[in-house]
């Protein structure tokens, strides 16, 4: 038998760094944090500059001259703005829907009941439709986001947990009054001199009531990090614009037939033809001590090497302490796989609406990192809600 004398040859490969990025993100923010800055080449906490504004695409925008019979009647978007976050913009447009009160909703559902309208459910069931106490107190918008990425199809996860998110923040943040959603409709009616009024209160005498709901479109671009931050600024930038157009009614009543098909004479059904005006509306309130400003700030503990007073790095001996970094409006794709995070919505002076914890794998977070971390959040704030 012969031997086989085989050798084997290594190569070295060379990464560019946003290769490296991608393979080995720890890898590369912990290179970057030893040299004492960030892949983004801003100092650890270092915003991004943003730039907000009005999109100024809802159907109550003027024109330069102002003029009402100018307006944007073509669209059914009532508040919009634009955020921009270093390279990403966020573009969200708010959009409203009329339904009727649950309260009201409640005395509906008995009322066809005892006509046999509709089977009895249980109880319990009942009130988990109908909503919690959470959403009788406070309004909510529901937004959906969607991400640019050069290509068609379903929302994603991230999406999906964006909106979601957002949602919750919203309604737990107590922004929105309920009873500011509420509409105080009017009935059109002619006087004895054939002139249109508008009537209200007691002489309308209305006895349904309804309320807005709120939907929020947010369309992303340029992503480069996570997008909570813009999310929400942009949210809530467009609540401030968002304008509620003044509803009328047209009353007609009809009967119903039940479920066997026969005529019930004793239940008649009141139908309404809601009537939005296109140039009367009222700006939407909210509570100036809610509003606030998020901030995401990652956490990373990074090993520190120190070397003997030779500063032979290959003959020596490191030793390697640890130190906890604070990054803040993390950008890339290194530091987008940060797994600690703080999520902190703040209204600058001193009291948060929100704070999320997000521990990861591996060392505990300190309270003063936690401290820290509230601290640069709020000092943000207080920048930043000025802008809004």
Known sequence: MSEIDGHIQLKS???????????????T????????????????????????SKAGISRYDTSINGKAEEMNESTSVIGSSSVKCGETSAICMISAGIIEDDFEAVNDYRTRLDADIIVDNDKEEIENVLGGELLSENGCVYPVVEIAKGSTGPPGDEEVELGEKLFETLLHSGLINRDELKIDIGLKSIDENGDEVILKGEEANIQKKFSFVLYARIQVFGRTGPLFDQCYAALIKALKDTKLPDVYLNERESSLRTRTGKRNANVNIQTYDLVCDQVKYRELKLRNDRICWASTLGIVNVKEERHDEEGDAEMSESNHIGKTIILSDLEGEAEDNIMKRIIALSNGNDEFASITIERGTGERLTKD?????????????????KKL
């Open 13 to 27: 490969t060379i990464f560019l760094p946003s290769e490296l990025a991608q393979i080995a993100p720890d890898v």
């Open 29 to 52: 923010l912990n290179k970057y944090i030893n040299a004492g800055y960030r892949p983004s080449l801003r100092r650890f906490n270092e915003f991004k500059p943003v730039i907000i």
């Open 369 to 385: 990192v936690i401290k820290k971390a509230l601290k640069l959040s709020q000092v943000r704030a207080s920048d930043m809600i």
